[in-house]
């Protein structure tokens, strides 16, 4: 909700709370496997970004899936 | 082209499969059983006299012309109410006839003035033919006695007038509001001489009215007749085109005189309408000659600078320079387009095809962004592949109706008007909608169930329907197991007791039963199809959504044949076809995935450039990358995204952040306020291509006249990409389509040639289809087996809060189209000249509103200020209103958060406050004043 969060921070939790039913291996995997068919190469990048800085402002399984995408 | 006179036939065909023959006049003719004795003789080229008759309406028998005589039979029935019957011998022309027949014309013409040489229709009079047809020569009664001939004149319509001096009571104007377009506004009151043709005693402006224009078109005389055919006179010429405005794309007859467009006529043997028409196809096509259209290309350094009116060439060379200096600082991903769902396929495919080829990135994206995405992503995971499973005919096959979010009889009128005769045939309605739309209660009309659930809830109301399906037994089990993979999966999980009907009734706010009901009427009901729109995509779980309703239809076997399936009600003309065309930045055209290295080489075989393997920027990607400096040009193809999008305080700073803007538009818009460079476009009249609707059918655009910029848009396209140094060297938009069809599998057998020929082609279309398909996943899904995807409900994290404790959800209406570019320069304005809000009288109530107040609305993100309509169609804690103005901007309030994966924003849920404004008294008078971060 706060609009200071970062848009791929954002966007990488929404889709994290969508796979929240599933075990955290296979949500991150499936996550990870999203991301990389439909976000641009720099959003990737901006994720890594956030990974490496700001890891607490990533839900645990987003964070797992943003480990596993290539930038 | 001469004027196009499509047959009449005088009473519809019949679709019975077995044959009667019968002689008519001698002549033996062969007919399906059921067939009218007045069209069996017209298919065997003999055209009985007719008034009351037509063969778009069912046979009434009152005027009495087209009586013949019959072996056998006495008397001399009427032609358009006696069916065939085996070795029937029919005579249409007797002395006896001749007589009878003239009588009666006699009569009608002794009450109608003798005007014809100055009427306004004459040439295209039925009463004027019949004369001749009958051989009258003498009218033997004055106007000494009582006649019609002094009644008023009722002119409030702003597009066709009633003179009912000039009727002659056949009723066909009144059976085509409620046969044809299902509204029932008209009535004939009174008896006898005193019958009289009447729109409830009132004005038709004031009447149930919607300005269809079918009883104009039904009208054998000038009683009901268009203005600009008034005012302009007869057309000579005719051009077949198609709508230009929603997705269900009706064809239409383009009528001119000379160069002028006089009217558009719905043309009969149209795929997607069949004759039939909507206010805004009929009657709005003003706006493409409009004075505030612009005719030259315009320049500026900043958007703080005037426009300077420059060339062509200028123009387009100083875009490309501009462009390349970007990319030269900031990289080749650092410029974009967006296409728009208003072009054609051949002006979307160019677009794409300068991005990927000439930008040298994906960076490409399409308005349906906005709206359908998630439909492409939730069907191809599915079904496999990204469109709607029917042609719009099926629902005539349909037992039971599921409509959710979708309001077709504002949204896709001429699909409503098939829809309503459907369920006035006794098929049952289901509406799943927080507003209580018209189709609910509707004049014969009536929804079994009325699923008011609260905003944000359909994944919540989806699982239940399927619960009740999985846990009651009602699973096709030879479907799924012949069709589908991923049941066992799928069906565990939705069986789980939190996606009971019970359980999600507190989410949802909709009763158990209710549910439970309505998902077994679904389920063993017959055939049951499921239409949708923008109330299932535009939300945060809108992919899911669209899931959600595949996985239903699957396990209830409802895909695949006739009368079922699951259908988008898409918004634009042509957004089906900008989809198909490659515009989406991970796609290339049919839907084919930039990673795809064997799809990558055929095109980059015939385009002689390398495509980039990785996805592009999606429309709100660009926008945040604008903001962080990394993406600074951007081409914008007929959108308005500074009034139609989201959030818009974000899309301006977004906009304001870029370098170079360059719009192409038939007007200056919001968007143009923040553009560098501004392209002409071409109006519908002037394009020459296709555009493809909600049921996958191409049909032809034909151009009624030359564009008058100067250029059509591909070439303008062509030429940026020529100046950027990449040749798309296409003479003619039919060169375009043949590249489309040669490098795309579903498109495989279209050609110009082939539309001509078919008149339109519902894709697939190749060797296996060479007419297309109408219904698809017939035998086995495109993707071979459909696919169950398990989907949790996830409630939105918009929420109500004490600041903002209403929900806001957005909606169109039938005379407006989308941001109202083309609608509002029509006098369509008539209907609807202001966005209004509309709240629930309790909530109304509490904040002291009343009808008519100005009221400001605010979100956590922006806040404008309309007038508010008190309505009980909402539930209570909802509001609704339309974005067709752009001085409410609506969207100051929608906020940044979209569907989880297509990035679509949940335009369909914003926490809002409403409040009386404070300056009510000034503000009354100045509708839509609005603020916002950055100012316009
Ligand atoms: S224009 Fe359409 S809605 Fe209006 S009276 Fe005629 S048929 Fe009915
Ligand atoms: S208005 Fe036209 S269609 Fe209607 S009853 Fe009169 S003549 Fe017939
Ligand atoms: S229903 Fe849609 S396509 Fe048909 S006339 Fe109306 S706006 Fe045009
Ligand atoms: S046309 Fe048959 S009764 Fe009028």
Redesign the interface.
């Known amino acids: 909700?706060s609009?200071t969060t970062p848009?791929t921070v954002?966007?990488a939790n929404?889709?994290a709370?969508?796979f929240?039913?599933q075990p955290p291996s296979s949500a991150a995997t499936a996550i990870a496997g999203?991301i990389e068919?439909?976000?641009?190469?720099?959003?990737r990048t901006?994720l890594q970004h956030h990974v490496a800085t700001a890891p607490e402002s990533l839900d645990p399984v987003a964070l797992a899936a943003a480990k596993l995408v290539g930038s | 082209m001469t004027i196009l006179k499509e047959p009449d036939f005088g009473t519809p065909a019949s679709t019975s499969s077995t044959s009667v023959t019968v002689e008519v006049d001698g002549i033996p003719v062969t007919v399906p059983a059921g067939t009218s004795v007045m069209r069996a003789a017209a298919t065997s080229g003999i055209d009985i006299p007719k008034l009351c008759a037509t063969d778009s309406l069912e046979a009434f028998g009152s005027c009495r012309l087209c009586l013949v005589e019959i072996d056998g039979r006495r008397g001399t029935p009427a032609s358009c109410t006696t069916p065939v019957a085996d070795g029937m011998r029919v005579r249409t022309q007797t002395p006896k006839l001749e007589k009878l027949r003239q009588g009666v014309m006699e009569l009608y013409i002794s009450d109608h003035p003798l005007d014809c040489l100055t009427c306004s229709a004459n040439g295209d009079c039925e009463l004027q033919d019949m004369s001749g047809a009958v051989g009258l020569r003498q009218v033997r009664y004055g106007y000494e006695g009582e006649n019609h001939l002094s009644l008023e004149k009722d002119t409030s319509n702003p597009y066709f007038d009633f003179e009912p001096s000039k009727c002659i009571s056949c009723s066909r104007c009144v059976r085509a509001c409620g046969e044809v377009q299902g509204t029932f506004a008209l009535t004939i009151q009174g008896r006898g001489f005193e019958s009289q043709v009447s729109a409830a005693g009132v004005p038709l402006m004031e009447s149930d009215c919607v300005s269809c224009g079918a009883c104009v078109q039904a009208c054998p005389t000038a009683t009901l007749q268009e203005k600009s055919v008034v005012q302009l006179g007869m057309p000579s010429r005719t051009v077949l085109t198609t709508c230009a405005y929603c997705g269900v794309g009706c064809s239409f007859k383009a009528e001119l005189r000379g160069d002028e467009l006089v009217r558009m006529v719905p043309y009969k043997d149209g795929g997607a309408n069949e004759g039939h028409s909507c206010v805004k196809g009929r009657f709005a096509f003003g706006y493409a000659t409009h004075p505030d259209r612009v005719m030259s290309p315009m320049v500026r350094e900043k958007i703080t600078d005037p426009w300077r009116e420059v060339s062509w060439e200028e123009a387009i060379g100083y875009t490309a320079s501009r462009m390349r200096e970007i990319q030269a600082a900031h990289g080749v991903?650092a410029i974009g387009g967006i296409t728009s769902s208003r072009c054609t396929n051949e002006e979307v495919y160019v677009v794409q095809k300068l991005v990927r080829a000439a930008f040298g990135n994906?960076?490409v994206d399409t308005c349906a962004r906005v709206c359908h995405s998630p439909t492409g992503y939730g069907l191809k995971q599915t079904f496999g592949e990204s469109a709607g499973t029917q042609d719009f005919r099926s629902v005539a096959a349909a037992d039971v109706i599921v409509v959710i979010g979708a309001n077709p009889t504002d949204g896709h009128p001429v699909f409503a008007s098939r829809m309503k005769r459907r369920l006035r045939e006794g098929a049952s309605l289901v509406v799943v909608d927080p507003r209580r739309i018209d189709l609910v209660r509707s004049p014969h009309v009536e929804a079994t169930h009325h699923l008011q659930l609260q905003p944000g809830t359909n994944v919540a109301v989806v699982n239940a329907f399927a619960h009740v399906v999985v846990t009651e037994g009602l699973v096709d089990s030879d479907f799924v197991a012949s069709r589908c993979e991923g049941y066992e999966e799928w069906a565990e999980?939705i069986a789980r007791p939190e996606n009971s009907p019970e359980v999600v009734e507190s989410i949802t706010g909709v009763p158990a039963a209710e549910i439970r009901a309505a998902a077994r009427l679904y389920a063993t009901g017959g055939n049951a199809a499921i239409y949708y729109g923008l109330g299932v995509t535009e939300h945060?779980?809108g992919s899911?959504m669209v899931m959600g309703m595949a996985n239903l239809a699957m396990a209830t076997g409802n895909v695949g044949r006739d009368g079922v399936g699951v259908n988008p009600l898409r918004g634009q003309n042509n957004v089906q076809g900008s989809c198909d065309m490659g515009s989406f930045?991970?796609e290339l055209p049919g839907y084919r995935?930039v990673?795809d290295d064997a799809v990558r080489t055929v095109f980059e075989q015939v385009w002689g450039r390398s495509i980039l393997p990785?996805?592009?920027?999606?429309i709100?990607?660009m926008f945040?990358?604008a903001i962080?400096g990394?993406f600074r040009g951007l081409f914008v193809q007929g959108e308005d995204i500074a009034q139609s999008d989201p959030n818009l305080a974000h899309v301006t700073a977004a906009l304001t952040a870029m370098d170079l803007v360059v719009v192409q538009d038939l007007f200056l818009n919001e968007t143009s306020k923040f553009a560098h460079v501004f392209l002409p476009g071409t109006s519908f009249l002037e394009k020459d291509g296709t555009f493809t609707n909600a049921e996958r059918r191409i049909n032809r655009v034909r151009p009624v006249m030359a564009p008058k910029t100067g250029k059509h848009e591909w070439q303008i396209v062509c030429e940026l990409a020529a100046a950027l140094g990449y040749d798309m060297p296409y003479t003619h938009p039919r060169e375009i389509m043949d590249e489309i069809a040669a490098l795309t599998p579903t498109f495989a057998g279209v050609s110009f040639a082939a539309l001509d020929r078919l008149g339109s082609i519902q894709w697939p279309c190749d060797e296996d289809a060479p007419a297309g398909t109408p219904t698809m996943h017939v035998d086995s899904f495109t993707r071979g087996k459909g696919r169950f995807v398990?989907t949790?409900f996830?409630p939105t994290?918009?929420r109500t809060t004490r600041k903002f404790p209403l929900i806001l959800t957005t909606g169109r209406i039938l005379s407006q189209y989308n941001v109202g570019a083309q609608t509002r320069r029509t006098a369509n304005i008539a209907w609807h000249p202001e966005d209004v809000l509309e709240i629930h009288p309790h909530d109304a109530e509490v904040r002291g509103i009343g009808d008519g107040d100005s009221v400001t609305l605010a979100s956590?993100?922006g806040a404008t200020s309309l007038h508010a309509v008190i309505s009980d169609r909402m539930p209570v804690g909802v509001v609704y209103t339309t974005f067709h103005h752009p001085v409410t901007g609506a969207n100051v309030v929608t906020t940044?958060n979209?569907d989880?994966?297509?990035?679509c924003p949940e335009y369909k849920v914003t926490a809002v406050q409403v409040a009386l404004r404070a300056d009510a008294a000034e503000a009354a008078a100045v509708p839509g004043t609005r603020e916002r971060a950055v100012v316009d």
């Open positions: 909700m609009g848009p954002r966007l929404e889709i709370r969508q929240a039913h999203h068919r439909f976000w641009d190469p720099r959003m901006d | 991903g994906n960076n999980f945060s779980q899911t930045p991970h995935h990673s990785t996805p592009g920027l999606r709100p990607n945040d990358s962080a990394t398990p949790s996830v994290s918009e956590r993100v940044e979209s989880w994966a297509t990035n």
